[in-house]
């Protein structure tokens, strides 16, 4: 059973600080299908480094979690832009 967040692929110790920053503290907390909104919700900690490839990173990370399937973040890249070229909050 996973229990820390850098249990989890593609999550090392930067982004976890990052994500236990806006209260996400365990994988169980990543189950679901609010990755666009923790992305959102990262803009306030990680500033500058705020990149797409992390949104990609949670898609990938949210299909580990459902299918216990991992795969490479950039597998999630197509979907990653569409959702955030049809997102509003993206571009604020």
């Known amino acids: 059973m996973r229990t820390k967040l850098t249990d989890l692929p593609h999550i090392g110790p930067a982004i976890a600080?990052?994500?236990?920053?806006?209260g996400?503290?365990?994988?169980?907390?990543?189950?679901g299908d609010h990755a666009l909104k923790i992305f959102g919700d990262l803009k306030s900690v990680m500033g500058h480094r705020h990149d797409p490839?992390?949104?990609?990173?949670?898609?990938?990370?949210?299909?580990f979690l459902a299918t216990g399937e991992s795969l490479p973040w950039w597998?999630?890249?197509a979907?990653?832009?569409?959702?955030l070229a049809s997102d509003k909050r993206s571009t604020s």
């Open 75 to 77: 597998t999630f890249t």
């Open 24 to 31: 996400v503290r365990s994988p169980h907390d990543l189950k």
């Open 79 to 83: 979907k990653g832009k569409a959702d």
């Open 53 to 63: 490839c992390v949104y990609y990173t949670l898609l990938a990370v949210q299909h």
């Open 17 to 22: 600080r990052d994500l236990m920053a806006i």
